[in-house]
């Protein structure tokens, strides 16, 4: 695994943008250290997406629990891959953050859709959540950029990391 670049916000943003993506390795995984800023939910969801393409060329699975209960969902036909992980937001407290990992298979491969797998979680005082999700970009195109976002609104908060790395 070799590290192609950090962002660490030293203030609240709207987006996290990795762009200029390498096609040097068969893989792609980002790690997150992150919260958000929705005064309005204890967390958030997140959404990727690629090259820019926001048509309706995404779709995905999850599964997701927090101890007391679990769920599952999932799309087709969307503008975005959602569901990659649920992160902390206020009311339940804002210095909490949640961590996960995204991976991007064959990113590169310019014959096939790409596919995405991410895990991640959070513990808000004993009142975490964890979230396994399945995604797809039906385009064949090569990722040369991803842009991340929280769907239902607000920022990630000051502190947010996101790192990208390739893989071999």
Do not use: C
Not at 45 to 62: C, I, L, P, Q, R
Not at 131 to 158: C, E, H, Q, R
């Amino acid at each position: 695994m070799f590290h192609i670049s950090t962002t660490t916000l030293s203030t609240s943003s709207s987006t996290i943008t990795f762009g200029s993506i390498p096609a040097d390795y068969t893989h792609l995984q980002v790690r997150w250290f992150a919260a958000g800023t929705l005064a309005s939910a204890d967390h958030v969801g997140m959404k990727v997406n690629f090259n820019s393409d926001t048509g309706a060329n995404y779709a995905y699975h999850e599964l997701a629990g927090d101890g007391a209960s679990a769920s599952s969902g999932g799309g087709g036909g969307n503008n975005f891959i959602a569901a990659l992980s649920r992160i902390p937001a206020p009311p339940t407290n804002s210095s909490i953050f949640g961590a996960s990992t995204f991976d991007i298979l064959d990113y590169a491969n310019t014959n096939k859709y790409k596919t995405t797998r991410g895990l991640g979680g959070n513990d808000r005082n004993g009142a975490g959540s964890a979230k396994l999700s399945y995604g797809v970009w039906l385009s064949a195109s090569a990722i040369t950029s991803m842009t991340f976002a929280i769907p239902d609104g607000g920022n990630f908060a000051t502190y947010s990391s996101f790192s990208l790395y390739g893989v071999k």
